[in-house]
């Protein structure tokens, strides 16, 4: 097997391969739990030799070393999502943040408006014919590797082989490390909340699974909503899944023959994907699993290709939604918080869906009941995530309100009828005040 001399070729200590990354790149790094560990440790070892490294990359489950105050000037994060680990960074301007759907940021990579140097991949063994696969994740790491000049391979036997169109061959690689260490592991958010916070998304929950008929596709977006969606769909028929990112919830959902894509209308029979965030429970489910096909994110978050679900339901979660049905879900107020992801793409997929709905879910308030979610405006300088032209449904713990095609003082009515009831008078002082309302309702 030629390609097996090939690959033992290229096999180097971790600090032989990073050795490869020079001052002035953008290195772009496998996101989720697929982030390469051992790779982007023995990178920032290097920091007193490198400058000026741009590290790009979504979401990251682990580490992220290269943010801290000490890398500056070695390392600079430029965050097209921005998780839990590099937040701090991005609000301190220690790390940049760029502004896109996730649809899109194949296209970046593609159109060479955000080139790449070097990309640090995590995949599992390769199979008799030389292919990899990227495991649990292939969202904008497949389109990385199509264009990036090195291309330096952590290969793990721990990694799930996932289908779908998500290998690579090692032909491809620069340099691979072999390392036998556990993928990162993501538990559900729901095993630290409050009572109090159980019981708000338990109606959520139950809102949500009231709009989600039998034979319907869901999306599910990140946040503990979305994912607390799941345990309310116990009583379903025939569900599938198409969406950019699933977590465990579903296995048992699967297991239990609620969720069996069967009649979806794009793909029956599987579930498309393009990574999943959760624990070894799952890596190990979808494992070879000719029932789920991985695809990057280009494809599995194309509104056009989302749209040709039928009864296609998106499900995501936002911080704000103002009294016009404008969403934020990328930031409180000038502080950016995470980024579009898929939302919009799902938004908008749902919207044209025939019988498709897209949902915007949030808990009424934040903060131990002190600000209301359901806000008058926007706070000054949040961002607009869903505009109030693409919002249909937003559910809270205390109703749905139904905003599509809706004139602004229904929506205004409707949604001061989900806040939560110690806001809903000052809500409706100030839409009476803004002429949002004729009189008082
Ligand atoms: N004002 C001030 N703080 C607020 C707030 C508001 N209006 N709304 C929420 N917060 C605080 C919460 O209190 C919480 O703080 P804590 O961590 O100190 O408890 C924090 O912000 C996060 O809020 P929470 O509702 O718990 O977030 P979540 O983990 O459920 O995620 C989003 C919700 C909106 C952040 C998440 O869905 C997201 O990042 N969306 C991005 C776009 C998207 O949906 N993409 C699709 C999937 S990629």
Known sequence: MRWLEKYKSKIKTAE?????????????VHPGCAMPEILVDK??????????VEVVHILTVGNSRYVEPEYEGHFRHNALFIGKNVRKAVQEGRADFTP????????????????????????????EHGFCSFGVGVECTKPATEVAKTIIAQVNPNMPRTLGDCFIHVDKFTACVEADVPIKELPQVDLDISPQEADVYKKIGEYIANLIEDESTLQLGI??????????????????????????????????????????TLHPGKII????LGTRTLFDFIDDNPR????????????????????????????????????????????????????????????????????????????????????TQLAAGAGVTTSRGDV??????????????????ER????????????????????????FLPVKV
């Open 392 to 409: 249909h449904y937003v559910v809270t713990e205390y109703g749905v309100a139904d905003l599509y095609g809706r004139c602004v003082q």
């Open 16 to 28: 032989e391969a990073v050795s490869l990354i020079k001052s002035g790149q953008r290195v772009y």
């Open 273 to 276: 994907s393009s990574f999943v």
């Open 412 to 435: 205004v009515k409707a949604l001061i009828g989900i806040a939560h009831p110690d806001f809903r008078e000052e809500l409706e002082e100030y839409a009476l005040k803004q002429k």
């Open 100 to 127: 896109i759907f996730l649809s899109e940021i194949p296209r970046l990579f593609h159109r060479g408006k955000l080139p790449l140097d070097v990309a640090l991949i995590h995949v599992s063994p390769p199979d």
């Open 292 to 375: 789920i096909e991985f695809h990057p994110s280009h494809y599995v978050n194309d509104p056009f290709v989302i749209a040709k679900n039928n009864k296609m339901i998106a499900i995501n979660s936002a911080l704000q939604v103002d009294l016009t049905g404008q969403v934020c879900a990328d930031s409180i107020g000038t502080k950016f918080f995470s980024g579009y992801g898929g939302q919009l793409d799902f938004i908008r997929g749902a919207s044209r869906s025939e019988g498709g709905k897209p949902i915007i879910a949030l808990s009424s308030t934040a903060k131990n009941d002190t600000i209301s979610r359901i806000a």
């Open 43 to 52: 990178m920032c070892e290097r920091y007193k030799e490198l400058e000026n």
């Open 223 to 264: 946040g503990a909503i979305p994912d607390a969606v799941l345990t309310f769909l116990h009583g379903k028929k025939n569900l599938g899944l198409h969406t950019e990112m699933f977590s465990d919830g579903v296995v048992q959902l699967v297991e239990e023959g609620i969720i069996t894509n069967e009649k979806k």
